[in-house]
C-alpha cells in the first residue's frame, strides 16, 4: 500500500529537549516536504527537499532542521523545542514525474512542548 | 510572495442545498489542489487542477480554474452531512520546485 508513515504520531515534551520526528514514503518520490498546520493559519511550509541531499527551507524553518539521506526518508529535529513549535506536523510526498503531481499526506504528529 | 485566501472561513449549510467555496491566489500559477481534512485526520486530496479552464468533478463536489482571475472555486451539490469536514485549497508556486501555499481553510458543517 502506498503510504506516508510518521512516528511518533503524539508527543509531549518539555523546552530544551531535542527530539526527531521520522518520515518515510514508500512510494519512491523524488519531493518531500514538512508542513506544521495551527488554527486559523492553515498549513505552512518548514522545509523541503527534491531529491536525496537537497533540501531547502520553506515559509517557517526557524528552529527546524531536515536532512535526506535517503530517497525514502525525511526526519524533522527540533534541536531546542520552544513552546510555540507545538503544532500538528505532516509529512508529504509528490514526484514530479507522477503526471497529478498529487501531494501525500501522513497521518500527522501532534507535538507538544511545555 | 504567493498568498492565497480562502472564504468563507465558516460554512454552515443545510442538507440538500448548494454552496460554493473561493479560492483566491495572489500571482501566477498554473496548478492548485483541493484537500479535505476531517477532524483529528490528514489532509486527503480531492481534485488537481492544471491549467486554466480545468473542472473536475467527483460525486457532489466540482473544482474548476481560471487562472486570469487567479481564482478557483469548489461547488458543492445538494450537500449530505459526510461532506462535512475542512477543505483546503493549495496552489502550487511557478518556480518548479512544487512547493504548495496553502489556504486557511473552510471549515463546512452539513446541518441535517
Known amino acids: 500500500e502506498a503510504q506516508v508513515t510518521q512516528n511518533p504520531r503524539y508527543l509531549i515534551t518539555v523546552t530544551g529537549k531535542k527530539l526527531t520526528v521520522t518520515c518515510s514514503q514508500n512510494?519512491?518520490?523524488?519531493?518531500m516536504s514538512w508542513y506544521r498546520q495551527d488554527p486559523g493559519l492553515g498549513l505552512r511550509q518548514i522545509y523541503y527537499s527534491m531529491n536525496v541531499e537537497v533540501t531547502d527551507k520553506g515559509d517557517v524553518p526557524e528552529g527546524y532542521k531536515v536532512s535526506r539521506k535517503e530517497k525514502r526518508n525525511f526526519p524533522l529535529i527540533l534541536e531546542s523545542p520552544s513552546p510555540n513549535q507545538t503544532s500538528l506536523y505532516f509529512c508529504?510526498?509528490?514526484?514530479?514525474?507522477?503526471?497529478?503531481?498529487?501531494?501525500?499526506f501522513g497521518p500527522g504528529t501532534r507535538l507538544t512542548v511545555l | 510572495e504567493l498568498k492565497v485566501e480562502q472564504n468563507p472561513l465558516f460554512l454552515s449549510m443545510q442538507e440538500g442545498k448548494n454552496y460554493t467555496i473561493y479560492c483566491n491566489y495572489s500571482t501566477t500559477s498554473d496548478r492548485l489542489y483541493w484537500y479535505r481534512q476531517d477532524p483529528g485526520k490528514s489532509l486527503e486530496s480531492l481534485f488537481v487542477?492544471?491549467?486554466?479552464?480545468a473542472v473536475k468533478q467527483e460525486g457532489r463536489l466540482m473544482a474548476s480554474l481560471d487562472t486570469k482571475a487567479r481564482l478557483s472555486t469548489l461547488h458543492i451539490t445538494a450537500a449530505v452531512h459526510d461532506l462535512s469536514a475542512t477543505y483546503f485549497c493549495?496552489?502550487?508556486?511557478?518556480?518548479?520546485?512544487?512547493?504548495?501555499?496553502f489556504g486557511t481553510g473552510t471549515r463546512l458543517t452539513i446541518i441535517p
Open positions: 487542477l492544471l491549467s486554466n479552464g
Open positions: 508529504a510526498s509528490s514526484s514530479p514525474s507522477g503526471g497529478t503531481d498529487t501531494q501525500y
Open positions: 512510494m519512491n518520490h523524488e519531493y
Open positions: 493549495a496552489v502550487e508556486s511557478n518556480f518548479g520546485n512544487e512547493k504548495l501555499t
